[in-house]
């Protein structure tokens, strides 16, 4: 009789802790973004202040075609990366299926023979935060859409006194469709450092290590951050 092996006793001690501070820094990551101190805001959180205003100056534009198109790309470009999510998962499950291929680029990638089950684990990982990141693109491009027909009931007239309230309620969705695209792209970019895996625990941590300084130095020490604080006046006290 076949016995039933569960993966995660095939992995390593080292194998777990990568694994544990790869999922722990994604998580902590996000909620740091999404939640920073009040004195120095992520670039997700500036842009939130941005997209507020966005809106208030809708209100006075005429023609709204300006608009509608910025948000129509805001849209293409939710809709590319979730193709290319579902693209890449398809790519990703099509080598799990191939047990003799995918423990031959193991083994010549690490030395070193190990079942064809701990290597499917890995990269049903990568399949994991894939998945994550198309669901989010997808619920970024409808509430996008939500927005556009928030926005289409905005009244022409500027002192109409539904016409702030609903250019705040179109708003707040745009920064709710924002903050899923942000949480798409951060789960590609662990999808791609989790392949490094593939080269060993090590390999994982070091990945982890890098991902998420990337991702933080670009929320919080850009260039393009300072650009855009520059031009925040200062919060009366």
């Keep these: 009789m076949e016995t039933i092996t569960d993966p995660l006793t095939l992995l390593r001690l080292p194998d777990m802790a990568a694994l544990a501070l790869l999922f722990a ?11 920073p101190s009040t004195k120095h805001p992520s670039v997700t959180i500036i842009m939130a202040d941005y997209r507020r205003e ?3 100056q809708m209100i006075t534009r005429e023609p709204r075609i300006f608009d509608a198109t910025l948000l129509n790309g805001l849209r293409q470009g939710t809709a590319f990366f979730a193709s290319g999510c579902m693209i890449a998962i398809g790519g990703v499950l099509a080598v799990v299926g ?6 031959g680029v193991a083994t ?10 701990v290597w499917r684990v890995k990269l ?5 935060f894939l998945t994550h990141g198309f669901l989010k693109f997808v619920w970024a491009n409808r509430l996008f859409g939500y927005c556009a027909v928030v926005m289409a009931a905005v009244p022409n007239e500027v002192d109409h006194p539904l016409a702030g309230a609903r250019a705040q309620q179109a708003a707040e969705i745009n920064i709710r469709a924002a903050w899923n695209f942000n949480r798409g792209l951060r789960s590609i970019y662990y999808a791609l450092g989790t392949l490094a ?6 390999a994982l941590l070091v990945a982890t290590v890098l991902v998420s300084y990337l991702i933080w130095e670009r929320e919080f020490s850009s260039r393009p951050r ?3 604080m520059a031009d925040i006046p200062a919060k009366e006290s």
């Design 54 to 56: 966005w809106m208030r």
């Design 124 to 128: 049903l990982v990568v399949v994991l």
């Design 226 to 228: 300072k650009i855009l």
């Design 98 to 103: 191939n047990t003799e291929t995918l423990q």
């Design 108 to 117: 010549e990638l690490t030395l070193e023979g190990g079942p064809a089950l």
């Design 25 to 35: 820094s994604w998580l902590f990551l996000g909620w740091r973004i999404e939640h």
């Design 197 to 202: 895996w593939l080269l060993g625990p090590l």
